[in-house]
């Protein structure tokens, strides 16, 4: 048998075309078959041809959970979708709840572990010079960007995991709107199919602050260093971190809302704020 002989899928019967060959352990999966598995399956190529016949029976199954299931909350990213059938007990993470899409329909009992994990981005900021040469500033600038990804472990035949981002296109770091609707979401998806508050955010790269730079990454984004600050007409590094973010150690360290004077008050975050709810963390104004 020549390397480039058409093959035939194990499972339909069906010629499979040069591009449309799926391997699996033991044999061969067409295309066709292979848009019917879970999308969250990740075992296909250390698959058995029992093992994809076994789940497809179960996915044909899963059709009429599909056709039952009655959504009591829906909580809505930018794709996906979290479903929730309280009657039941039953969720599911998908693009749409229809029998075409055909979402995997998973007991909330099956769920192991679920958390925000949040990926800072950096890319350093650079000008050109007289001689059209790209140069780094001094201090360095930087521009952050960052992802946020629900990591949903659960206990299920088929897979063990159905991660999925809350957002397309990554948040920049001046987009502070944006930042703190998707740690709500987040927060508001974990704790319906939790049952419990949301546990911190998982932060990659090493951050500290939810869903912003690093102390000392925000000293390095553009901003001059103390000595040239005294000679420009900035502020010195101490007041400009009280009038432009929360100080790392009063975010750390304090537990409950301290009293300001006139109109504002501080919260339980470290950030000084005048309106109903906190312009950092979202919390209400004690």
């Given at each position: 048998?020549?390397?480039?002989?058409?093959?035939?899928?194990?499972?339909?019967?069906?010629?499979?075309?040069?591009?449309?060959?799926?391997?699996?352990?033991?044999?061969?999966?067409?295309?066709?078959?292979?848009?019917?598995?879970?999308?969250?399956?990740?075992?296909?190529?250390?698959?058995?041809?029992?093992?994809?016949?076994?789940?497809?029976?179960?996915?044909?199954?899963?059709?009429?959970?599909?056709?039952?299931?009655?959504?009591?909350?829906?909580?809505?990213?930018?794709?996906?979708?979290?479903?929730?059938?309280?009657?039941?007990?039953?969720?599911?993470?998908?693009?749409?709840?229809?029998?075409?899409?055909?979402?995997?329909?998973?007991?909330?009992?099956?769920?192991?572990?679920?958390?925000?994990?949040?990926?800072?981005?950096?890319?350093?900021?650079?000008?050109?010079?007289?001689?059209?040469?790209?140069?780094?500033?001094?201090?360095?600038?930087?521009?952050?960007?960052?992802?946020?990804?629900?990591?949903?472990?659960?206990?299920?035949?088929?897979?063990?995991?159905?991660?999925?981002?809350?957002?397309?296109?990554?948040?920049?770091?001046?987009?502070?709107?944006?930042?703190?609707?998707?740690?709500?979401?987040?927060?508001?998806?974990?704790?319906?199919?939790?049952?419990?508050?949301?546990?911190?955010?998982?932060?990659?790269?090493?951050?500290?602050n939810q869903g912003y730079p690093q102390q000392g990454n925000m000293m390095n984004q553009g901003y001059p260093q103390q000595s040239n600050m005294m000679n420009q007409g900035y502020p010195q590094q101490g007041n400009m971190m009280n009038q432009n973010a929360p100080q790392h150690g009063t975010m750390m360290n304090h537990n409950t809302p301290q009293q300001a004077s006139?109109?504002?008050?501080?919260?339980?975050?470290?950030?000084?704020?005048?309106?109903?709810?906190?312009?950092?963390?979202?919390?209400?104004?004690?």
């Open positions: 048998m020549g390397l480039f002989d058409k093959k035939n899928c194990d499972i339909c019967g069906e010629k499979i075309g040069l591009l449309g060959n799926r391997k699996l352990d033991d044999g061969n999966l067409c295309k066709n078959c292979a848009s019917k598995l879970s999308p969250w399956f990740e075992e296909r190529r250390h698959s058995t041809v029992e093992d994809i016949k076994r789940q497809l029976e179960y996915r044909e199954k899963n059709k009429n959970a599909v056709r039952s299931f009655s959504i009591t909350r829906e909580f809505s990213a930018d794709r996906y979708h979290v479903f929730i059938d309280d009657n039941k007990g039953l969720f599911a993470v998908a693009f749409n709840m229809s029998e075409q899409d055909n979402p995997d329909i998973v007991p909330l009992s099956a769920i192991t572990s679920c958390r925000l994990d949040i990926d800072e981005q950096r890319v350093e900021e650079e000008y050109k010079d007289r001689d059209g040469e790209s140069r780094s500033y001094v201090p360095p600038r930087y521009n952050y960007s960052y992802d946020y990804k629900i990591k949903l472990g659960v206990n299920t035949p088929w897979f063990d995991d159905m991660d999925f981002k809350l957002n397309t296109f990554s948040v920049k770091d001046h987009e502070r709107a944006k930042m703190m609707n998707y740690e709500q979401l987040a927060s508001q998806i974990i704790t319906a199919l939790t049952g419990a508050p949301a546990p911190a955010p998982v932060y990659s790269n090493g951050m500290m006139g109109d504002t008050w501080v919260c339980a975050c470290g950030a000084t704020n005048t309106g109903a709810f906190c312009e950092y963390c979202g919390s209400p104004k004690p």
